[in-house]
C-alpha cells in the first residue's frame, strides 16, 4: 500500500509541498517565540500571542470549509501560501530592524489565521481527492510522520543556527519555504478540480454561505458517534496550548539561564515521541477511534506529570517531553481519519472546519486562563494541574467509549480491534 501512495504523483506533490512548508513554520514558530520572550519575559504576553490566530480562525474556517467544498482545493492552497509569504517577510523585517511592538506582531498572526484558515479545510479536501479511501489513513499517517520528523530536526537545527545568525533570517527562511510549497502545489493538476455535481449553477451568496454551512452542522449533529470523536480530540487543548507557548519556554528557561539551545532541545525531544507514535500509527489497524484518541491525551498526561519535576532533574524533562510527545499523532490520525471517512463528500470541508473551531475555541479558552490566571502560576504547578485535568479526561472519556462500543457491539457485533 505504501508503495502505490509513493507512486501517486499527485500525492508526492501534495506531501513535497507540506513537507517544505513545515520546514518553514518551525523556523518561524522558534524564532517568534523566543524573540518576544527575551523582548518581554512575559508569560502573559505569549499566552496572548496566539489569540489573534484563533480569533481568525472563529471568524473564518467555516468560510474555508465552504470553499473547500465548492472550489480548487489547489488554487485555495496556492493563493494561502502566497498570502502567508508577505506575513512572514513583513515580520522578519520587523525582526531585523528590532522594533518589538506587540501590536504588530498581534497583527501578523491574525492575518497567518486568516490565510490557515482557507489552507486547511483544502488541504483535507485535496487529500481525499488524491488517495483512495482504503488508504487515506496511511496517507494521513505518512503526512504526520514528515510532520513530526521536522518537529525532531528541526528545531535542534534551528538551535545552533539561532546562535550564529540574527532571529530576523528565520522569518525569511519560512516565507522561502512557502514560496517552494507553491510550486509543488501549481504542479498538482485534474485530480484537485472541485466536484460540481452537487453545486453546478449554484450562486454563492451570503444567504447561501449560511445554507451550506447549516448543512454541514446538520450532518455532525445527525453523527453523534463523529461529534463525540472530535470532542475528545480538542478538549485537552484547554491546557496544552499554556503548556506548550508557556510552559515548555518558561521550563527552558529555569534549566538554563537565556540558553535558546535548551528549548529547542525540549522541542526536539517532543517531536521525537511524536515520531514514534506517527510510525505507530502508520501501521496500526483500529476502528475505534474515539478510544485511540484517549489513549494518546492519557501519554500527554503521563508527560506533564512527568515534566513537574523538570527543574530539578533536566534528563526527566527530556524523558517526560518525548512521553508526551507520542499522545499527539494518537490524537490527530484517528479524529482527521474519521472526518474524512465517516463524513460526506458535499461536507467534510465544513465539517473539518468545525472541528478546527471547536479546536480554537478550547485553544483560545486556554490562552486566555494563561493570560488572567495560568500564565502567573510557577511552571511546576502549571504542567501538574495540566496533567491532573487531561488524566480526569481520559477517564471520562473511556467510560463513554466503553459504553459507546459495548452498544455498538449489541447492534453489530466485530472482531476486537482498538
Not at 109 to 130: E, N, Y
Not at 304 to 311: D, I, K, Q, V
Request: hydrophobic share 55%; aromatic share 12%; with cysteine.
Amino acid at each position: 500500500m505504501e508503495a502505490s501512495l509513493w507512486k501517486n504523483r499527485s500525492f508526492l506533490l501534495l506531501w513535497s509541498a507540506q513537507m517544505t512548508a513545515n520546514i518553514g513554520d518551525q523556523f518561524y514558530g522558534f524564532a517568534l517565540l523566543w524573540y518576544l520572550l527575551q523582548a518581554t519575559k512575559s508569560g502573559t504576553a505569549l499566552s496572548l500571542l496566539v489569540i489573534p490566530e484563533m480569533v481568525a480562525g472563529l471568524l473564518f474556517l467555516l468560510v474555508g470549509g465552504v470553499l473547500a467544498d465548492r472550489y480548487s482545493p489547489r488554487l485555495l492552497m496556492v493563493g494561502s501560501d502566497m498570502a502567508r509569504i508577505v506575513v512572514a517577510i513583513s515580520v522578519g523585517i520587523m525582526a531585523a530592524m528590532g522594533i518589538e511592538q506587540f501590536s504588530f506582531f498581534l497583527l501578523a498572526q491574525f492575518l497567518l489565521g486568516i490565510f490557515s484558515s482557507l489552507f486547511q479545510p483544502a488541504r483535507t479536501v485535496a487529500l481525499k481527492a488524491v488517495v483512495p479511501l482504503e488508504q487515506l489513513s496511511r496517507a494521513n499517517a505518512i503526512l504526520d510522520t514528515m510532520f513530526r520528523t521536522i518537529r525532531i530536526l528541526a528545531p535542534m537545527t534551528i538551535g545552533l543556527l539561532a546562535a550564529t545568525v540574527p532571529l530576523s533570517t528565520l522569518f525569511f527562511v519560512n516565507a522561502g519555504s512557502y514560496l517552494v510549497s507553491v510550486f509543488f502545489l501549481y504542479a498538482i493538476k485534474g485530480s484537485l478540480q472541485p466536484s460540481r455535481s452537487s453545486f453546478s449553477g449554484i450562486k454563492m451568496t451570503p444567504a447561501q454561505y449560511v445554507r451550506d454551512i447549516g448543512t454541514g452542522i446538520g450532518e455532525l449533529k445527525r453523527n453523534h458517534l463523529l461529534l463525540l470523536i472530535l470532542l475528545f480530540s480538542n478538549i485537552g487543548f484547554i491546557v496544552w496550548m499554556i503548556c506548550w507557548n508557556v510552559g515548555f519556554p518558561f521550563l527552558a528557561e529555569g534549566m538554563a539561564q537565556g540558553d535558546g539551545s535548551i528549548l529547542a532541545l525540549l522541542i526536539g525531544c517532543y517531536g521525537i515521541g511524536n515520531l514514534l507514535g506517527s510510525l505507530y500509527m502508520a501501521q496500526a489497524v483500529y476502528t475505534r477511534h474515539m478510544f485511540v484518541v484517549i489513549l494518546g491525551w492519557s501519554f500527554q498526561a503521563v508527560g506533564f506529570l512527568l515534566l513537574t519535576l523538570g527543574t530539578e532533574i533536566h534528563w526527566l524533562a527530556y524523558f517526560a517531553a518525548a512521553i508526551a510527545g507520542i499522545g499527539g499523532p494518537l490524537n490527530g490520525i484517528p479524529s482527521l481519519t474519521a472526518i474524512q471517512t465517516k463524513a460526506s463528500d458535499n461536507n467534510m470541508g465544513k465539517i473539518f472546519s468545525i472541528n478546527m473551531l471547536m479546536f480554537t475555541f478550547f485553544s483560545m479558552v486556554s490562552s486566555i486562563l494563561g493570560a488572567v490566571w495560568l500564565g502567573k502560576w510557577p511552571v511546576e504547578q502549571l504542567f501538574l494541574g495540566s496533567g491532573l485535568f487531561l488524566a480526569v479526561t481520559c477517564i471520562v472519556g473511556f467510560i463513554l467509549e466503553r459504553k459507546m462500543n459495548r452498544k455498538q457491539e449489541q447492534y453489530s457485533p466485530q472482531p476486537h480491534s482498538f
